[in-house]
């Protein structure tokens, strides 16, 4: 997924969204909400909850459009923000419960996703990865960012993304490789 608007139009979009124009905010903003979605069900464990942390994100972008300073890509900070809201998320129900007891395992969860017909279980070798290395794999492929919008976000080297983005690439072929001899 590929979201991108010229400069001129979004700084545009942006501008109107500043002057309170909600049909320029959404515009702006509804095309990065399947990826956001997507992004912080990554980081939840309920369907719920990362409905919960996405209308707190599109809230939080709302409010905070003004502190936008284009520094960084609008979709980098878009990110960022719900990175924060997740991070908040788990403050929140930190104080609350033991809300982690609660999530699902990684691999349990990946069995709903495994393929009955014996095709290659994508789901299931990308559960066997690290919570970072699934978030980057995301963020590359999915969120559709750059190295450098990564490392804007997440604060890893650019060098470090493509190296470990080169293993993770390496761990799936494996993964995915030894499907056939019932190691998956």
């Not at 990684?106 to 919570?131: C, F, H, Q, R, S």
Request: with cysteine; aromatic share 10%.
């Amino acid at each position: 997924m590929q979201i991108c608007f010229n400069a001129e139009k979004e700084n545009g979009l942006i501008q109107a969204a500043l002057s309170g124009g909600g049909h320029a905010f959404k515009e702006l903003t509804e095309p990065y909400i399947p990826a956001l979605y997507n992004y912080i069900k990554l980081k939840t464990a309920l369907h719920a909850d990362a409905e919960d942390v996405l209308q707190e994100t599109m809230l939080a972008l709302w409010q905070s459009l003004a502190s936008f300073s284009g520094q960084s890509a609008f979709k980098t900070w878009v990110f960022s923000v719900a990175k924060h809201k997740i991070a908040d998320f788990y403050r929140e129900r930190r104080a609350e419960t033991d809300y982690i007891a609660e999530m699902p395992d990684d691999i349990a969860a990946a069995d709903v996703w495994e393929n009955t017909d014996g095709n290659l279980d994508l789901y299931g070798a990308l559960a066997k990865l690290p919570e970072e290395d699934r978030e980057l794999v995301y963020l590359v492929f999915n969120a559709g960012l750059t190295y450098e919008e990564i490392q804007n976000l997440t604060g890893v080297k650019t060098g470090t993304v493509k190296s470990r983005i080169h293993y993770i690439k390496k761990t799936l072929y494996t993964l995915l490789s030894q499907k056939g001899d019932g190691a998956l």
